[in-house]
């Protein structure tokens, strides 16, 4: 019940506490559970929290699939309200070719992203991290 926890107001922060506390090797249940649906919870109130805390605390080879999943997505998550949380996480926590990739997006059409609302963040925390 992974992916309903996600999107719980209440729920997803048991989810969180687990990710940081339990050990990465168990956690992939919560991996498996939330492959192919990352982009949607990274769209979420509280999924988007979820993903953050994952990319966080395991380690890149454990969450690759999830992160690349994002990564098709990038150039909406950037400008999403909860979306661009999790890609400013993929900055900070991801491997150098996946902020590398994230870069790509941005630098494409960096001059739009930095006067965007939300996109703005993005790029900001591209030139911190990157």
Same mark, same amino acid.
């Given at each position: 019940?992974?992916? +309903? ?11 969180? @506490? ?14 498996? +559970? ?17 993903? #953050?805390?994952?990319? +966080? ?7 690759? +699939?999830?992160? #690349?999943?994002?990564?098709?997505? =990038? ?23 996946? @902020? ?9 059409? =960096? ?6 609302? =939300?996109?703005?963040? =993005? ?8």
């Amino acid at each position: 019940h992974v992916r +309903e926890a996600s999107t719980s107001p209440h729920a997803n922060h048991v989810l969180q @506490k687990c990710i940081e506390l339990m050990p990465p090797d168990r956690l992939n249940f919560v991996i498996q +559970e939330m492959r192919g649906h990352s982009v949607n919870a990274a769209r979420h109130r509280y999924g988007c929290r979820v993903l #953050e805390r994952l990319i +966080e605390h395991c380690p890149s080879w454990q969450t690759d +699939e999830l992160v #690349e999943e994002l990564l098709v997505g =990038v150039s909406q998550l950037c400008r999403h309200t909860f979306g661009n949380f999790v890609i400013q996480h993929v900055l900070e926590h991801g491997t150098q070719s996946q @902020k590398q990739r994230v870069c790509e997006v941005l630098f494409s059409d =960096v001059q739009r992203l930095a006067r965007h609302r =939300v996109a703005s963040h =993005v790029v900001r925390s591209a030139l911190v991290h990157c």
